[in-house]
């Protein structure tokens, strides 16, 4: 009696060893809500090249944001068609978390308006994650350019139209929209040269090619600041605190012009809903750690975060602001 008491306690024991074995090797095995991720690095696509504000804001969160996570978030600038390139892998990306997309007021707003044939659909094929950031546009000319002001600018580009160039980083993109609507309500007309990316646009407004650039400030202000282009306006509602002695545009004679970059991202459709609650927790306390909130300032944007459907209902709300003006500007591709 006492050996089959003994052989029913092993076998207890045997079975309790093994279901302790097997248990976590469950709960971490695939398709399980309880497997770790992330497990590699990620990559954060940005769909233009590198060196404009797209890319500084990418690189900034992608590297505190992959430090909260415990992997590497690696960024890839994939630049080409005003965004549509890069926005367009991310959309036909794995939905595993891996792979994410830096989107903004162009990629995600703008572009349903004004491509007939999108390879992607900003509401369909992404989830939203967070926002990252906004900033306004800075106005910036090349030294040689002979005006100081907004309505020297504007007289010139009357006086001469066409003759006033200006590069963006696309057709499409937040720069040519903002440079657009600036001709729309000045009622001057200027001539577009598309780059692929804005960094590329403004090396060529600093070396002379081009007249002017209307971009996002962090990647106009280092070259205010060198001397090698002079700031004329801003797109926002107040003036930037990196640079407090240049006027808004509506301060400048140009009433009711705002336009306003953001940034956010997005995740391919269909990522499961634990790895974006992930993703919005890493990404949004980077986002707002003191060294990002800091750096952004310092650049002139301003750290914005918000939940995945507060930034679906947003990107559907500037879907709808910016169509009638890409429509009254003839903005087509």
């Known amino acids: 009696m006492q050996t089959r008491d003994r052989r029913r306690t092993a076998l207890a024991g045997t079975v309790a060893l093994l279901l302790h074995c097997i248990a976590p090797c469950h709960a971490q095995g695939p398709g399980s809500t309880q497997t770790a991720f992330p497990q590699r690095a990620l990559r954060l696509v940005i769909p233009f090249a590198p060196g404009g504000t797209n890319d500084i804001i990418g690189r900034l969160v992608a ?22 390139i890069g926005s367009a892998a ?11 997309l830096l989107g903004h007021i162009g990629t995600l707003a703008v572009n349903p ?43 010139l580009a009357k006086a001469k139209p066409g003759a ?3 590069g963006s980083g696309g057709v499409g993109g937040a720069g040519h929209l903002a440079s657009e609507y600036l001709g729309l309500l000045a009622a001057v ?18 070396s002379g090619q081009l007249s002017m650039v209307l971009a996002g400030v962090p990647a ?16 926002g509602p107040t003036r930037l605190k990196v640079l407090p002695e240049i006027p808004t545009m509506m301060e400048s004679g140009l009433p009711g012009y705002e336009a306003t970059q953001w940034y ?13 609650e992930r993703l919005h927790s890493a990404i949004t306390s980077a986002v707002m750690s003191p060294e990002i909130v800091e750096r952004f300032a310092a650049d002139g944007a301003e750290a914005a975060i918000s939940t995945p459907e507060e930034f ?22």
């Open 312 to 333: 679906n209902a947003f990107i559907r709300k500037e879907i709808a602001r910016w169509a009638p003006v890409i429509k009254a500007a003839g903005i087509r591709e």
């Open 164 to 166: 006033v160039s200006y």
């Open 63 to 84: 590297q505190k944001a992959g430090e909260n996570l415990g992997q590497s978030i690696v960024a890839d600038n994939r630049a080409g068609a005003g965004g549509l």
């Open 113 to 155: 308006t004004l491509y007939s044939k999108l390879p992607y659909d900003p509401l369909r094929d992404f989830i939203p994650i967070t926002l990252v950031a906004r900033l306004p546009n800075l106005l910036a000319v090349n030294p040689a350019v002979p005006v100081k002001t907004l309505a020297e600018l504007i007289a």
């Open 90 to 100: 991310v959309a036909k990306a794995t939905p595993d978390g891996y792979t994410l």
């Open 189 to 206: 007309k200027l001539t577009h040269v598309p780059y692929r990316g804005t960094g590329p646009a403004v090396v060529d407004v600093v």
């Open 264 to 276: 956010g991202i997005v995740a391919p459709t269909s990522t499961p809903g634990r790895i974006i």
């Open 220 to 235: 106009i202000v280092p070259h205010v600041r060198s001397g090698q282009l002079r700031a004329i306006a801003v797109s």
